[in-house]
């Protein structure tokens, strides 16, 4: 059985830091591409990342210099260290599998990070 | 980047009734779009892969068309179910963006 769980998550100061991790079971991190994918309370899902299975990653504009996305295949944990964080990260962070029609076919429970002071 | 206008935001219908939500991308994306449904508190749910895959063990009554910009996502019948956001995702040059969601509720 496929599945994905986050945790890492709480609360921290702007300007912090903070690792996610995702540990999953049922397939291996490294011959799939996974991605994270977060949601701020009461709005909408926004991609934030993604590494494949060759080890490239990318990122969302938002995120773009201050979140890196990693991974240890010995372990098959999917990690998001984030930092410089600000009010705005605040949210829900999900990790999800990439599917080979280029959507997410499963997800994780979610993370709550809350960014205040 | 690429971005999604789903509309409409929150849609009012009764069990039974047919529900459609459109997509539009800024630009064209080919196939490559998906729709989810999510609960309250609950992680989303691949519906609809490539257009208009249906993902195994979805009920048939969901179903999605469309290609290039333009997209639509269709409940034939609502159940009790099914009230709950949906949200199309669109991928492009390994970069994925979400439309906005629509929220389906109790008429």
């Known amino acids: 059985e496929v599945q994905l769980v986050e945790s890492g998550g709480g609360l921290i100061q702007p300007g912090g830091s903070l690792r996610l991790s995702c540990a999953v079971s049922g397939f291996t991190v490294s011959t799939n591409y996974i991605n994270w994918v977060r949601q701020a309370p009461g709005k909408g899902l926004e991609w934030v990342s993604v590494?494949?299975?060759?080890?490239?990653?990318n990122y969302a504009d938002s995120v773009k210099g201050r979140f890196t996305i990693s991974r240890d295949n010995s372990k098959n944990i999917l990690y998001l260290q984030m930092n410089s964080l600000r009010a705005e990260d605040t949210a829900v962070y999900y990790c999800?599998?990439?599917?080979?029609?280029?959507?997410?076919?499963?997800w994780g429970q979610g993370s709550l990070v809350t960014v205040s002071s | 980047d690429i971005q999604m206008t789903q509309s409409p935001s929150t849609l009012s219908a009764s069990v039974g009734d047919r529900v459609t939500i459109t997509c539009r991308a800024s630009?064209?994306?080919?196939?490559?779009l998906a729709w989810y449904q999510q609960k309250p508190g609950k992680a989303p749910k691949l519906l609809i892969y490539?257009?208009?895959s249906l993902e195994s063990g979805v009920p048939s009554r969901f179903s999605g068309s469309g290609s290039g910009t333009e997209f639509t996502f269709t409940i034939s019948s609502l159940q009790a179910d099914d009230f709950a956001s949906y949200y199309c995702?669109?991928?492009?040059?390994?970069?994925?963006?979400f439309g906005q969601g629509t929220k389906v509720e109790i008429k």
């Open positions: 999800a599998r990439g599917s080979s029609g280029w959507a997410f076919d499963h």
């Open positions: 995702q669109q991928y492009s040059s390994y970069s994925w963006t």
């Open positions: 490539k257009a208009s």
């Open positions: 590494i494949f299975s060759g080890g490239s990653t």
């Open positions: 630009q064209s994306i080919g196939g490559w």
